[in-house]
């Protein structure tokens, strides 16, 4: 199984920026589509992005479209998630998820459980 690392979470005030990059091992990182998720507290994980497994084709949620982007760097078996203009609101912890047997160009889903394996976590919080 693929085993993922999340880092690049922290403080940041209303309206700054954050990249998040999540760190593939243990397969071969360009078999999996990636998605990212977040929980915010009190409230249940929800889909934020989804890059396909080339990396050409991405998926973001209503909430943070035209503020967030998803790529991924094959060789480096890297994906990233670059948050401009963040908001209150964006805080949550950010999870990355792979998803293997989808092919090259298709979109990874939205729906949690139809994940192969899950990142632990960093925290982004974003102050106003």
């Known amino acids: 199984q693929v085993q993922l690392v999340e880092s690049g979470g922290g403080l940041v005030q209303a309206g700054g920026s954050l990249r998040l990059s999540c760190a593939a091992s243990?397969?071969?990182?360009?078999?999996?589509?990636m998605g990212w998720f977040r929980q915010a507290p009190g409230k249940e994980r929800e889909f934020v992005a989804g890059?396909?497994?080339?990396?050409?084709?991405?998926d973001l949620a209503g909430s943070v479209k035209g503020r967030f982007t998803i790529s991924r760097d094959n060789a480096k078996n890297t994906v990233y998630l670059q948050m401009n203009s963040l908001k209150p609101e964006d805080t949550a912890v950010y999870s990355c998820?792979?998803?293997?047997?989808?092919?090259?160009?298709?979109?990874?889903?939205?729906?949690?459980?139809?994940?192969?394996?899950w990142g632990q976590g960093t925290q982004v919080t974003v102050s106003s």
């Open positions: 243990g397969r071969t990182f360009s078999n999996y589509a």
């Open positions: 998820a792979a998803r293997s047997g989808l092919s090259s160009s298709e979109l990874p889903p939205r729906p949690i459980l139809r994940y192969n394996a």
């Open positions: 890059v396909s497994r080339s990396g050409g084709r991405t």
